[in-house]
């Protein structure tokens, strides 16, 4: 299986303040023992880094990030991202632009979303994203 994890479980995943009690930080932690392919993009990434202050922590993500791929979105990302947020507008369903860019991300590219969010399954609902549940 190949996913494209969110800000919000890399966040609960790297905190040393919260146990590891959510479904979503096993399946991440069950996913990289067992070989799946972990996708990361330049904004997940960035949304970390913002919320780590302590050097430390700082540097251990960019070094936990350098070896995972990394999705590098395109200029049609973006389109089919503006398009995806539309679709959701009309359907009056709110759907961030970020949100919306890492959900067609994973639609184009057939994987599906680990994330605590539940932004991403008022998505789903319109679309074919795939959110892990």
């Known amino acids: 299986m190949s996913y494209l994890v969110d800000t919000s479980v890399w966040s609960l995943a790297l905190r040393r303040d919260v146990p590891d009690a959510t479904r979503e930080v096993a399946e991440l932690k069950r996913a990289l023992e067992a070989g799946d392919e972990i996708l990361v993009t330049g904004l997940v990434l960035?949304?970390?880094l913002q919320g780590f202050n302590r050097p430390k922590a700082?540097?251990?993500i960019i070094e936990y990030f350098s070896v995972l791929p990394f999705i590098i979105p395109e200029r049609e990302d973006y389109i089919n991202a503006a398009d995806?947020?539309?679709l959701c507008r009309k359907?009056?369903?709110q759907a961030g632009t970020i949100d919306a860019l890492l959900a067609s991300?994973?639609?184009e590219r057939d994987l599906k979303i680990l994330t605590t969010d539940k932004d991403f399954s008022q998505i789903a609902r319109v679309?074919?994203?795939?959110?892990?549940?």
């Open 84 to 86: 995806l947020r539309n």
């Open 58 to 60: 700082y540097s251990q």
């Open 127 to 133: 679309s074919s994203l795939a959110v892990w549940s």
């Open 105 to 107: 991300l994973c639609i």
């Open 91 to 93: 359907k009056g369903i």
């Open 46 to 48: 960035q949304e970390l």
